[in-house]
């Protein structure tokens, strides 16, 4: 199995966990994307504990513990008074109860140290400016042709191209995904635009509204407040994360909401604030077909609303390359790698999908840490996908 040709389409996080993941258990790996070079989004992201386990077993460790943010303490806040309704503690407790620290990361940090790892095992690894267009497989091999016209044979193709994967599509038909009546903005504000004596207490909190809903963390040692903000709202439904907003149209979506809010959405730079619409699919089945399956966004795309996509990606890779190690063949290693996975993914998937009711019902008034069934209290924060049967 050491000779397996792997192929990985899409550089994105999960792409890349999984190309480090494989070659630090000796296989090589090639990852294909189609930018023209390699880059994440503007924004922050959380890594529970879980991912952590998953991102340490690759020896990614010590840059997390450089890079990443620990709040001390996490809290859910009432969208119109502000006031704590949930205060949970952070900082040492995660690592003392599940056994791997609870982060907050930029988006672009941690892609930036994934990139870095995989070159620096294989400088020829990472391919870009290859959009996929199609594939081809026989009980051997997999034949895989690009846009630019360029075409590779592999073993095995993984595809790691996100909710409108172009694989997916290849192997279970065309479904575009599905509108969920959400709009979101994100946003990255510098700590300095800030008015003096403003204070981000604590350093991560979510907000729970009436149609709409908040997330607030700081990232870069402080220095920068991430942002994600929902509203039930019809009339726009473009899936991209690089369209640009007015900050002014964010303050009016939030027009009823606590100044504490409106302050540091008002001090958003012009230049990162954007906004998209949530899509969401329905979990497959089945994700592998013969020499091909997914990970990530193109197996399960998660709603926001629990915070567990980049983690479930990051889980998905490292469980697959050590399905490829303890596997004989590719058919094994696949089917031990979504056996291990797709219940899983599936009931996240689920409860991504509840936990928007829970944050957005209206239910602000009488929130208590009763209602708060937040990914924590799903047990998902127990898992280890470095130890986790495969």
Same mark, same amino acid.
Request: aromatic share 8%; with cysteine; hydrophobic share 40%.
């Given at each position: ?47 529970? #504990? ?11 460790? #010590? ?7 620990? #709040? ?72 895989? %042709? ?48 800030? #008015? ?46 690089? %369209? ?147």
């Amino acid at each position: 199995m050491q000779n397996t040709r792997i192929i990985l389409i899409g550089a994105g996080i999960g792409g890349l966990t999984a190309g480090l993941a494989l070659q630090r258990r000796g296989f090589k790996v090639s990852v294909y994307e189609q930018a023209a070079q390699l880059g994440e989004v503007g924004a922050g992201l959380t890594l529970s #504990p879980n991912a952590t386990h998953a991102l340490e077993a690759i020896g990614l460790g #010590p840059d997390l513990a450089k890079l990443a943010s620990r #709040p001390a303490r996490q809290a859910v806040l009432h969208y119109r008074t502000g006031d704590v309704l949930v205060d949970q503690e952070r900082g040492d407790l995660p690592k003392k109860q599940y056994g791997a620290d609870y982060y907050q990361i930029h988006r672009a940090d941690l892609h930036d140290m994934l990139a870095r790892a995989v070159q620096a095992n294989d400088p020829t690894a990472i391919h870009l400016g290859h959009t996929f267009l199609g594939l081809t497989q026989n009980s051997d091999t997999v034949d895989v %042709v690009f846009k630019n016209g360029a075409r590779v044979t592999g073993d095995v193709v993984i595809g790691c191209d996100g909710i409108k994967s172009e694989v997916r599509a290849q192997l279970w038909g065309r479904v575009p995904p599905r509108f969920t009546g959400n709009i979101a903005w994100r946003g990255l504000v510098p700590m300095y635009r800030l #008015p003096p004596g403003f204070k981000i207490e604590p350093a991560s909190a979510a907000a729970v509204g009436h149609k709409h809903s908040m997330a607030r963390y700081l990232i870069r040692n402080g220095t920068m407040l991430n942002y994600v903000a929902f509203a039930e709202k019809s009339g726009w439904e473009t899936e991209s994360w690089s %369209v640009r907003s007015e900050v002014s149209e964010l303050l009016e979506e939030f027009d009823d909401w606590h100044p504490s809010f409106k302050t540091f959405l008002a001090a958003t730079p012009k230049d990162l604030c954007f906004k998209w619409a949530i899509h969401d699919r329905d979990p497959l089945p089945q994700w592998t077909k013969g020499r091909v399956s997914l990970l990530g966004d193109a197996a399960h795309p998660m709603l926001p609303f629990l915070g567990m996509g980049a983690a479930t990606g990051i889980e998905d890779a490292v469980v697959l390359a050590r399905a490829f190690q303890q596997a004989k063949s590719v058919a094994e290693a696949l089917l031990r790698y979504e056996n291990a996975r797709r219940e899983r993914t599936t009931f996240i998937q689920m409860a991504s999908r509840a936990a928007q009711e829970r944050l957005q019902g209206g239910k602000a008034d009488g929130y208590t840490k009763k209602e708060h069934k937040n990914e924590e209290f799903l047990g998902l924060f127990s898992y280890n996908p470095a130890t986790v049967a495969v």
